[in-house]
């Protein structure tokens, strides 16, 4: 299974990019990157998925560079609803055997 | 869809109580999961499901038992709660097991164990 590091916290100012790097080295052929938001309280919520190069959704950019080994969440223009933990899990499954990590807390301040 | 639902919302037990955590999905998912998140933590799974009948054991799945007689609910039992199972826990489905299929996570319980 891939080992993942991301930062432990981050700070932003509302109307900001906030960009997360998540390092993946030992990444398989057959392993997604997938991220998820959790607000405090609350369940985590699927963001965005990709396998290889750029994703783009209604919420955040994902960019997967050719050698798979990091990829970097794109957040643009955050606002203060913005704030919540940030989960980077790589794999192809099982899902109960890929790890949620401490993820990255992004505060947003006005 | 509602998606997956789970209750109660919040619980305090005395040490030694029982009680059963119910989680129900209507996204007619096969596969479904608890997990446990400790303050400041990531989540670690305890049981998962997948399908009406099977289950296993997780990372954490000592003092917890499970069934799945349907294919909606999933419920998660505590015997003889004890302290350390103060947490948050999170029920969560899945169409299928893996990427590029993506997990859906309920609001969650929180369960004190004084």
């Known amino acids: 299974l891939a080992k993942t590091t991301q930062p432990i916290s981050m700070d932003s100012y509302e109307g900001q990019e906030v960009n997360i790097t998540c390092s993946h080295n030992?990444?398989?052929?057959?392993?997604?990157i997938t991220w998820y938001q959790q607000f405090p309280s609350q369940g985590p919520r699927f963001i965005i998925q990709g396998y290889k190069t750029k994703v783009t959704n209604e919420v955040a950019s994902l960019f997967i560079p050719a050698d798979r080994k990091s990829s970097t969440l794109s957040l643009p223009r955050v606002s203060l609803s913005d704030t919540a933990v940030y989960y980077c899990?790589?794999?192809?499954?099982?899902?109960?055997?890929?790890?949620f990590g401490a993820g990255t807390q992004v505060v947003v301040t006005p | 869809n509602a998606g997956v639902t789970q209750t109660p919302k919040f619980r305090i037990l005395k040490i030694g109580q029982s009680m059963t955590l119910q989680c129900t999905q209507d996204?007619?998912?096969?596969?479904m999961y608890w997990y446990r998140q400790d303050p400041g933590m990531g989540l670690k799974l305890i049981y998962y499901s997948v399908g009406a009948g099977i289950t296993d054991k997780g990372e954490v799945p000592n003092g917890y038992n499970v069934s799945r007689s349907t294919t909606e609910d999933f419920p998660l039992r505590l015997e003889l709660a004890a302290p350390s199972q103060t947490s948050v826990y999170f029920c969560?489905?899945?169409?299928?097991?893996?990427?590029?299929?993506?997990?859906?996570f309920g609001p969650g319980t929180r369960l004190t164990v004084l």
């Open positions: 996204m007619n998912h096969n596969y």
């Open positions: 899990l790589v794999g192809a499954g099982p899902w109960g055997k890929l790890q």
């Open positions: 030992n990444i398989a052929t057959n392993d997604y």
């Open positions: 969560a489905s899945s169409l299928s097991g893996g990427a590029p299929d993506t997990q859906y």
